[in-house]
């Protein structure tokens, strides 16, 4: 089992950052990749950014490109999400996945462990 905690949320004006932490515990060692999904009220769980521990590279959603900036700490199995320049659009329980592919994905079905969720709000 893999267990992940995200922290660094909490209430913004547009226009302002946060920056995002999640670490990992546990069977770390079988987690090959790492990403980033936020769920909007109402709407379905989204892909924001993903990163590969095997230098399968990085990904990003189309709403967040040039915005959100995702990176790790491999040695510490911890990832970051910088997000900058956010909108009220950004306001979402933002989670951390853990993913056994080598490469990110960004389907939900692609990830086997996830964090319990962290929110954001941005305010107009």
């Known amino acids: 089992q893999v267990q992940l905690v995200e922290s660094g949320g909490g209430l913004v004006q547009a226009g302002g950052s946060l920056r995002l932490s999640c670490g990992a515990s546990?069977?770390?060692?079988?987690?090959?990749?790492m990403g980033w999904f936020r769920q909007p009220p109402g709407k379905e769980r989204e892909f924001v950014a993903g990163?590969?521990?095997?230098?399968?590279?990085?990904g990003y959603g189309d709403s967040v490109k040039g915005r959100f900036t995702i990176s790790g700490d491999n040695a510490k199995n911890t990832v970051y999400l910088q997000m900058n320049s956010l909108k009220a659009e950004d306001t979402a329980v933002y989670y951390c996945?853990?993913?056994?592919?080598?490469?990110?994905?960004?389907?939900?079905?692609?990830?086997?462990?996830w964090g319990q969720g962290i929110q954001v709000t941005v305010s107009s």
């Open positions: 990163i590969s521990w095997m230098g399968g590279g990085i």
């Open positions: 546990g069977r770390t060692f079988s987690m090959y990749s």
């Open positions: 996945a853990a993913s056994r592919m080598g490469i990110p994905r960004t389907s939900v079905g692609d990830y086997d462990y």
